[in-house]
């Protein structure tokens, strides 16, 4: 994969966090744990053997993935984007013309969405709708439950 990631700031710095945890104690740990499980003899039947040295696959793969997606990793400045037009991070509120709700999403990449915390994703439906439209725009989205209109009134940048 040599596509690049878009990522917030903070998205960046956590992804930098846990690929530094997994590396300076997660991977040192299970080391010692495989070595502990060695000591105990016959490997052949030896399930805590066999939990660490999945967990150690676990790990490497993790560390694996997070090197090559911060590797690729292109870090989006919001601080010089004016608030007139949905782009990646944007904080959007809208106003759904159905349900008379106004919702608020921040469009973010895919490792960052977290729809308990109004975190969509940028190729989520919603959020592949909402990029690129501009403040009082009428917006329709296919969603699963059939399709949404809803009206941009607020674009911020945080």
Do not use: W
Not at 13 to 35: F, N
């Amino acid at each position: 994969m040599s596509q690049t990631v878009p990522l917030t700031k903070e998205s960046y710095e956590a992804l930098q966090e846990d690929l530094k945890r997994l590396i300076k104690e997660e991977r040192p740990k299970v080391i010692q744990d495989i070595a502990e499980a060695r000591a105990h003899g016959d490997l052949s039947e030896n399930a805590e053997y066999d939990a660490a040295k999945n967990r150690q696959g676990f790990i490497e793969g993790r560390i694996l993935e997070l090197g090559d997606k911060l590797a690729r990793a292109y870090v989006v400045d919001l601080s010089n984007l004016k608030p007139d037009k949905v782009v990646f991070g944007a904080t959007v509120t809208v106003y759904d013309t159905a349900t008379e709700e106004e919702l608020t999403y921040k469009i973010v990449g895919e490792d960052e969405a977290d729809i308990k915390q109004c975190k969509i994703s940028c190729t989520s439906p919603v959020g592949k709708a909402l990029i690129g439209h501009k403040l009082d725009d009428s917006v329709r989205v296919s969603v699963p439950a059939g399709v949404k209109e809803y009206e941009i009134i607020e674009i911020r940048y945080e």
